[in-house]
């Protein structure tokens, strides 16, 4: 299993940025995807999930990004999306896609995300 | 809305207690939680998976229990490198707020 973020960089409050994770080495399609953020100092925080399309293919998110992040996929493509808007300086983080696949959780290595002024 | 809430927030405990941190969902998710380890400036480490499964290269003094909505992380003979803030995680949904362990 192999996930690989990319998209991070440096932003100023208000603005956008989209978030890829290109995933490997396990049946794409079939899975839940999530995206975990870890801001410096703090411990991890769940930013959001994507259910497969079996399953509805349905988003839940957590309640500080709810309205401000959309979590897509393209299953053709192994890919999983994060759009951020309206970014805020408390989103500053390592964000991380992960995935559970019924042994331990798969994450990848992070793309760090700065939002300032 | 989908709830953990783990206890206690914090603990203090001798080198060579046993510790045991509980995690409660809000609803039945049978065996679908997870236990990492968090100190200051690193990434989150996994412990356990599955409720119950130790993960690969973590010391066995770490060992989960629990399935449905409670569920129990136990460290035995606790050691001064486990000074860390512990935290459970539902699958492909949140994290617990924390149990801070430190020692006396």
């Known amino acids: 299993v192999q996930l690989v973020e990319s998209g991070g960089g440096s932003e100023k409050p208000g603005g956008s940025l989209r978030l890829s994770c290109v995933a490997s080495?396990?049946?794409?399609?079939?899975?839940?995807m999530s995206w975990v953020r870890q801001a410096p100092g703090k411990g991890p925080e769940w930013v959001g999930r994507?259910?497969?399309?079996?399953?509805?293919?349905?988003?839940e998110y957590a309640a500080p990004v709810k309205g401000r992040f959309t979590i897509s996929r393209d299953d053709s493509k192994n890919m999983l999306y994060l759009q951020m808007n309206s970014l805020k300086i408390e989103d500053t983080a390592l964000y991380f896609c992960t995935t559970n696949l019924g042994g331990p959780p798969s994450w990848g290595q992070g793309t760090l995300v700065t939002v300032s002024s | 809305d989908f709830r953990l809430t783990q206890s206690p927030s914090s603990l203090s405990a001798s080198v060579g207690d046993t510790v045991t941190i509980t995690c409660r969902a809000s609803q039945d998710i049978s065996s679908f939680l997870d236990w990492f380890q968090h100190k200051p400036g690193r990434l989150p480490k996994l412990l356990i998976y599955?409720?119950?499964t130790l993960q690969s290269g973590v010391p066995p003094r770490f060992s989960g229990s629990g399935s449905g909505t409670n569920f129990t992380l136990t460290i035995s003979t606790l050691q001064p490198e486990d000074v860390a803030t512990y935290y459970c995680?539902?699958?492909?949904?949140?994290f617990g707020p924390g149990a801070t362990v430190d020692i006396k």
């Open positions: 995680q539902a699958h492909n949904n949140i």
């Open positions: 080495g396990f049946t794409f399609r079939n899975a839940w």
């Open positions: 994507i259910k497969n399309k079996i399953d509805g293919g349905t988003t």
């Open positions: 599955g409720a119950s």
